[in-house]
Structures are given as C-alpha cells and as structure tokens.
C-alpha cells in the first residue's frame, strides 16, 4: 500500500531544525474526554487604572508610564538577562556553563488595553512592525541575537491582557536559531537556494497549505507543523533581517498580520493565544547569505477555545505528534472571514 498522509500515520521532517515529527491523521476524529479549560471571556475596558502597561500608571518599581499615545518601548524590571562584565568559569565536561550578557524589553502595541493587534488599525499595526524593525537595528549593535516576540494569552502564561510583546537581545545565539542556522546553510549548500524562499514558491503553487497571502509574504500552515494551527510566516523575496524590509513590505506585512490573526480569533471566536516571533539572520555573523527571515505562530488551541493541546507524554519523551493534519488545519484557517467576529453583525 502507498503512503496516503491523510490517512496513514506518517513522520514529517522539519528540513528548518532538521527534526521529525509523528502525524496520526486517523485519530482526529477520536471522542474528547480530557479537560476542558474555561473560555477566557474577558472583557477589558480601554484603559484600567490597575494595569501597569497602561499610559500614565505606575510600574513595580515605580516608574511612571509617559502617556503614549503609539507603540511604546521600556526596559523589562524584570529582566532575564542583565549587562556585565562576567568571565566564563572553568569547565569540566560534565559541569559546563558560559556566561551570557544581555537586556530586555517590553513592547506595548498601542495605548489601548482592550485591542490586540488584529483589532488595531493597519496603520497602527504598521507602526509596531516599524518599532520591531527599529529595535532589531539598534540592539543588532550590541548583540548577536535579538528575539523579539510576543506571549499572547492566559493559557500561554502572559500576566497581563495589555496588548504587548517583548524583546531579549542576547550576544550568544541561542539553540533553535542555531539549529535554523546550520540547516538554512546546509540546504544552501546542498542545493544553491535558499531554503526558505523555494519553500514559499512551491507552497503558494500546491496553495493548499497557504492560510493568506499578498505580493510580499505568505502565511501557510507548515508541511511540518507541530502545533494544530501553526503558522509559519514567509516573504516572497530574500530578505535576511527586519530592518531590510521597506516601507512597502512593512505595510504589507501589516496587512497580512491583520488578516490572519483575524482568521485565527475567527476559527474559535476567542482571543487566539499564541507565542510568536521573529527569526532573522544573526548579527555579525560570518556567513548569513543563507538566511530568510521568517515568524513562527505556536497557538496551542486545538479544537475549542478552551481545548488546548499538551506537548507530554511521547512529545516529551519521543519526537513531537499531531493528529489534525498540517493540510486540514490550513483548510479551515483559510476558509475563516478576514472581517473579526466581535465587528461582524
Ligand atoms: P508577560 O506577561 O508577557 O510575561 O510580560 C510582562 C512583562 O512585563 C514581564 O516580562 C514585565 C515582566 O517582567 N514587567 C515590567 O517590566 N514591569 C512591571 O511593572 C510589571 C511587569
Ligand atoms: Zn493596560
């Protein structure tokens, strides 16, 4: 019998980390009995005195928010990683550590408590891709890798609802960008393209894994998704970084943004949780010709608003599973209107 991969359990290769993972198509269907989490209904007002992200409020330690009126920038008080002048210790094979110098940051999308980026204006989403783009530059200075991301959702551990994301800029590279790293260039090497941007090409020909796309990126649920509506975020030409994005593509790429976190809040009427985040070359890195800027979306929802997917058991101890197929999930991510429930009446 022939591999049919909508129906047989499968392995799929993530060419981008070199990993694979187990799908088993012909479980989607089976009964739920597990937990079922609480619908996060919130409803949050435009500003709350209580909130520390919001203009004019106090932080922890103290500090008072200027009343910003666009995106606005700050230095985590809490910071995982600090600056300073710490040296390496000794290191025996089994016993091994290095030190790490770094900053972060916290990104408030807008003013407002109560709007998250798909409910944000083309023109204001502009304006955050603008501040990424912005904040890359400048700590791409300073540091090899600069993670900008976002934590979006109780169920993702994020503290407060105030639309944010946050920005850790380290001088060590950490694993998964290494892991793209070595890959990216192996597939360069390989076969003389880049791996990401024939992956596009081929993607929005098949388009049945395509979520959305425009003349500058495509969204798609990866051939390779782990997570039940991942979404791997891709531009059409070879772009290495942020900052070498133009204005063009920014406002592009505010468009897209727009349009499929709509499609995701759609697919369960909720909030879409997620983690998110930008993948560009590293900074002063040697050889970075193999590199295409890309984002990742992890939602772990899967089949209600308040049914989530665990990564335990085999995942933890195995190799990464899913049930719903990469090709099923993109189906009913597409077929979601770009218009966001909470306007549609
Ligand atoms: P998350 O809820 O997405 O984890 O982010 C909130 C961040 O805001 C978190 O990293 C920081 C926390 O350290 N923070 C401040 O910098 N100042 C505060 O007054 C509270 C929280
Ligand atoms: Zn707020």
Redesign the pocket.
């Known amino acids: 019998m022939e591999l049919d991969i909508s129906r047989h359990p499968h392995r799929r290769f993530n060419p981008l980390i070199g990993e694979w993972l187990l799908v088993s198509p012909h479980r989607s269907q089976r009964p739920w009995r597990g937990q079922q989490e609480a619908a996060p209904v919130q409803r949050l007002r435009a500003y709350d005195p209580q909130c520390?992200?919001c203009p004019g409020n106090r932080?922890?330690?103290g500090?008072i928010n200027p009343r910003y009126n666009g995106p606005f920038v700050?230095?985590?008080?809490?910071?995982?990683l600090l600056d300073g002048d710490v040296e390496d210790g000794a290191k025996h094979p089994l016993f091994q550590s290095e030190a790490i110098q770094g900053l972060?940051r916290?990104v408030c999308f807008s003013p407002s408590h109560d709007r998250t980026l798909p409910e944000l204006s083309t023109r204001e989403i502009q304006g955050v891709i603008n501040i990424w783009s912005q904040q890359a530059e400048e700590l791409g200075q300073r540091y090899r890798w600069v993670q900008i991301f976002e934590?979006k959702g109780t169920v993702m551990?994020?503290?407060?609802p105030h639309p944010?994301g946050?920005i850790w800029a380290a001088d060590r590279v950490p694993e998964t960008p290494l892991k793209e790293d070595y890959q990216q260039a192996l597939y360069t090497q390989t076969h003389g393209r880049l791996m990401l941007l024939e992956y596009a090409e081929m993607e929005a020909a098949q388009e049945e894994r395509v979520v959305a796309g425009n003349d500058h990126w495509l969204a798609v649920v990866p051939y390779w998704a782990i997570w039940p509506y991942e979404i791997l975020l891709l531009p059409r030409r070879p772009v290495r970084r942020l900052p070498e994005l133009d204005s063009e593509e920014q406002a592009s790429l505010a468009v897209m943004l727009k349009i499929m976190l709509t499609k995701y809040d759609n697919l369960f009427k909720t909030s879409f949780p997620y983690t998110m985040g930008w993948h560009g070359a590293p900074f002063d890195w040697e050889e970075d010709h193999h590199w295409q800027l890309h984002a990742h979306f992890y939602p772990p929802l899967l089949r209600s608003a308040s049914v989530r997917k665990f990564m335990v058991g085999y995942e933890m101890l195995a190799e990464a599973q899913r049930d719903i197929t990469a090709e099923q999930a993109a189906a009913a991510l597409r077929q979601q209107p770009e218009v966001h429930f909470k306007d549609a009446r």
């Open positions: 520390y992200l932080r922890s330690n500090t700050f230095d985590n008080d809490f910071p995982a972060c916290v934590n551990g994020c503290s407060n944010h946050q």
